[in-house]
């Protein structure tokens, strides 16, 4: 390694504060912007970095976790013993079978492809699936491998203009349901050929609410690879925006319903950024699109309706670190009127978090219960969640930790 390397915090037994600055400079964060995400001053931050103060407990940890988004709990802290993945989820056993079928180009025609109505109606069967499932990655992961192949099929038979464009829209379609199943799964490569080939069959499909889909799933990828891809995230978004804003006169509800998702998501990402009103003047403009749908309607990709705007006020309002807004937000949100079991879960999830932020954790842990019920597999897949459940583990209240305990034994992540 050239001696002007930046070290590597993997490689040797560096101090917590050592690591905490080499991941800190690596997700090109300053001090500042750290110290801000987890409550404490520059000066502090900076003598944490120093080891000019003891390491911090717990729920600073894991606080520092959370805004460096550590994917391993040992990375940080350095101890083997503390072996925890945070924001990652494990792997599914559907992972590999999926990826096979992802990453298999057959250049001859083995596959007869199928009617394009007919995987269209097998697509939307997936994704109502995927809605009403508990266990939601388990069943589309078990649907993936034959509609991804069934899809490129379709594209390399087709015979006319048409004929292809009307197929590289159900591959779009199929790579973005493989991207909801591959998100928080331990191949981030597989997540990133997924949202590149889906973007470039949306382009190629020439449809305009594929498109809007394809960049909503792109900006996601990257906001969520850390602050660095902010700027990339908001590009695609404002892009899909500029894109679809010529439409929305006279769109279809789903084409108004993408916008309005991807108005919504730069809201997202300015909250990430702690701009406050920049963050609740897209969730406005996102509020103002979803009362122009039905109060029935429901998108069968983003969720995105009248109904779940109440539950992104709550995302804003957390991520913005604002505790009372958020439980507010909280209590206003009709949980029950979303339909979609993995989205409920994520909402409750985001309740918890708002909890655990108001100094509520007992709330916070009660809360992830019901996500757990709503839907197991997007708990044990969400950082967020198992942040929460591992601090409360270790709380000095005993029915707490039991409680937190128990929930760390439901979704995999204490040994029964």
Do not use: C
Request: no cysteine.
């Amino acid at each position: 390694m050239p001696s002007d390397a930046t070290p590597d915090p993997y490689a040797d037994p560096l101090k917590f504060g050592q690591r905490v600055q080499i991941l800190r400079e690596r997700r090109g964060m300053t001090r500042t912007q750290l110290a801000d995400l987890v409550g404490v001053s520059p000066h502090t931050l900076k003598k944490i970095e120093n080891g000019q103060q003891q390491a911090p407990g717990l729920e600073m940890v894991m606080r520092i976790a959370e805004a460096l988004r550590v994917r391993d709990l040992a990375d940080l802290t350095g101890h083997p013993d503390a072996h925890v993945d945070l924001f990652i989820g494990p792997g599914h056993p559907r992972l590999a079978a999926v990826k096979a079928a992802i990453d298999t180009f057959p250049l001859t025609a083995t596959v007869e492809a199928p009617p394009v109505a007919h995987l269209q109606a097998r697509l939307d069967r997936a994704w109502t699936a995927r809605h009403e499932a508990p266990n939601h990655r388990e069943v589309i992961g078990k649907l993936l491998p034959d509609l991804i192949r069934d899809a490129q099929a379709l594209v390399r038979q087709a015979d006319t203009s048409g004929e292809r464009r009307a197929a590289q829209g159900l591959l779009a379609q199929s790579y973005s349901l493989s991207q909801f199943f591959i998100a928080y799964q331990p191949d981030s490569s597989l997540l990133w050929r997924v949202a590149e080939r889906g973007m470039i069959a949306a382009q190629e499909s020439e449809d305009p609410h594929t498109i809007g889909v394809a960049a909503w799933l792109m900006a996601q990828a990257h906001r969520d690879s850390g602050p660095r891809h902010f700027d990339a995230a908001d590009a695609v978004n404002l892009e899909a925006v500029r894109f679809l804003e010529p439409l929305l006169p006279d769109a279809s509800d789903d084409v108004l319903a993408i916008a309005g998702a991807l108005e919504f998501e730069l809201g997202y990402t300015a909250a990430r950024r702690r701009a406050t009103g920049t963050a609740w003047r897209h969730w406005d403009k996102a509020n103002d699109m979803a009362d122009r749908l039905a109060p029935d309607y429901y998108h069968p990709v983003t969720s995105f309706s009248q109904a779940i705007m109440g539950a992104h006020a709550v995302t804003v309002a957390v991520e913005l670190h604002q505790g009372g807004e958020s439980v507010r937000q909280a209590a206003r949100a009709d949980t029950m009127t979303i339909k979609s079991r993995p989205r409920r879960a994520r909402h409750r999830i985001e309740e918890a978090r708002a909890y655990q932020l108001d100094g509520q954790p007992d709330v916070a842990i009660a809360t992830l219960a019901k996500a757990y019920e709503a839907a197991s597999e997007t708990i044990k897949y969400n950082g967020y969640a198992r942040r929460i459940i591992l601090e409360e583990a270790e709380s000095k209240q005993v029915d707490r930790r039991r409680r937190a305990s128990e929930l760390a034994v439901e979704i995999g992540m204490l040994a029964a």
